[in-house]
């Protein structure tokens, strides 16, 4: 019997065909959550999957649903998608690829005439990229019900315009919004394909990223606090330098992180503020924001304990005082073990090189998780690029993830409420 595949040129057409729309001047995409292109590309699925003969809905939080119906009606759903919407300039595969690519599953299921036991659901979750409303991985913290429409009460964009507003106009509906919440007992697992936007698959060579955890991540303020004096007639010995003590401490975290065993272990200072920032006054307080992401909350632990010895140090050495103010503790959410490995038993009987691997950036399926069994597979990245015009993914490689979680999707039909 011929293998079941996805058709890839349809998919690689529907890829180019979403991703027409929000297009700019750049190439790149311009569709972040809300926006008129937004509400294009989710008229666009509605479209596609009303066309399949599934069941569209929209919940309360403007997710898209779309359904099918199994053989025991009364089993959990096994639900699998990713979002649409883009950050600013991005690109036509972030997020896209995996709605497409549950697209195209059901596509395939409907023309072999297969029935599952379970009903299967395609997802596109609303506004899973940072927004102008401050509210990222939006719907799929809903449907966890970790995103309540208290969190929604008075939130505005720039422009003024209410989040309650952006999301009547989406389909959702702010006063009943506790009902876009699933319940466990709803779903059997979810599973989402991503582009890697990293690598690591890459240099390896590895067609099939099977994601064993997404990131957690540590983010504190530091503020170095030395004395400010005049840049002429302060001795270099008498100086207590705040912006070079910082430095030396951006470097320490560096030199930390690198050191690490895990290589998924990252630190970055990515903002910085120096007092008085005047080029004849030496710099009397400097404020940064130091982030680490690891696989493990241990991996992160070790890494700012590493750091915090580094500090104390240079602190010591240059006489500036060191205060830190933890912003964020956000642990990493590990995968379910039976979906990663039903996927990696799939690609290897499907022939594929496959190879766990941390996420390193959040991901709807990290809110899926408390929710149900939940699991990733990634998509090596051309060049490691995303959330830029140039993301790209090869459509050999996509192919083989899309045959992965098509297999895995049926696999865990058969072994799920077995
Ligand atoms: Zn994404």
């Known amino acids: 019997m011929k293998q079941l595949t996805i058709n890839a040129a349809r998919l690689e057409k529907a890829i180019h065909e979403l991703g027409r729309i929000g297009v700019n001047g750049q190439g790149g995409l311009d569709r972040t959550a809300f926006t008129p292109a937004d509400l294009a590309a989710r008229d666009w699925?509605?479209?596609?999957?009303?066309?399949?003969?599934?069941d569209v809905r929209v919940d309360e939080a403007a997710n898209i649903w779309a359904a099918r119906s199994g053989k025991r009606s009364e089993l959990p759903a096994i639900a699998f998608g990713s979002h649409v919407d883009t950050v600013p300039n991005g690109g036509k595969?972030?997020?896209?690829?995996?709605?497409?690519?549950?697209?195209?599953?059901?596509l395939v299921l409907k023309e072999q005439g297969i029935r599952t036991r379970h009903p299967l659901e395609l997802v596109s979750f609303s506004a899973e990229e940072p927004n102008p409303?401050?509210?990222?991985?939006?719907?799929?913290?809903?449907v966890a019900g970790k995103l309540t429409r208290r969190d929604l009460e008075?939130?505005?964009d720039d422009t003024g315009r209410l989040i309650i507003d952006a999301l009547r106009q989406?389909?959702?509906?702010?006063?009943?919004?506790?009902?876009?919440?699933?319940?466990?007992?709803?779903?059997?697992?979810?599973?989402?394909?991503h582009i890697e936007q990293g690598k690591r698959l890459l240099n390896r060579g590895i067609p099939v990223g099977i994601v064993t955890a997404i990131t957690g991540i540590y983010r504190e303020e530091v503020t170095v606090l030395g004395v400010p004096n005049h840049a002429g007639t302060t001795l270099m010995q008498e100086r207590t330098d705040a912006?070079?003590?910082?430095a030396e401490a951006m470097l320490a975290l560096e030199r930390v992180c690198l050191a690490h065993p895990s290589d998924e272990i990252v630190g970055t200072v990515?903002?910085?503020?120096?007092?008085?920032?005047?080029?004849?006054?030496?710099p009397g307080k400097v404020q940064f924001h130091m982030e680490i992401r690891g696989k493990t909350r241990a991996d992160i632990q070790e890494a700012i304990d590493k750091w915090e010895m580094q500090a104390a140090l240079i602190s010591s050495r240059r006489g500036v005082r060191i205060e830190r103010r933890m912003l964020l503790d956000q642990h990493p959410v590990g995968m379910d073990p039976l979906v990663a490995g039903t996927c990696a038993l799939q690609a290897e009987k499907l022939g594929y090189a496959h190879a766990p691997l941390g996420s390193m950036a959040g991901h709807d399926a990290a809110h899926m998780a408390s929710l149900t069994r939940s699991g990733m597979l990634f998509v090596p990245s051309l060049d490691g690029k995303s959330h830029c015009p140039e993301e790209a993914s090869r459509i050999e490689d996509i192919e083989k993830v899309g045959n992965v979680l098509l297999h895995a999707i049926l696999a865990l039909d058969e072994k799920l409420d077995a």
């Open 45 to 54: 699925v509605k479209e596609k999957a009303a066309a399949l003969g599934l």
């Open 243 to 246: 912006l070079l003590g910082a």
């Open 170 to 193: 989406a389909g959702g509906d702010p006063e009943r919004y506790g009902q876009a919440r699933r319940m466990p007992e709803e779903l059997a697992a979810f599973l989402e394909v």
């Open 270 to 282: 990515g903002k910085i503020t120096n007092e008085p920032n005047a080029p004849n006054i030496i």
């Open 154 to 156: 008075g939130v505005r």
């Open 93 to 106: 595969y972030d997020g896209a690829l995996g709605v497409l690519l549950a697209l195209e599953i059901m």
């Open 133 to 142: 409303f401050g509210l990222s991985t939006f719907g799929s913290r809903t």
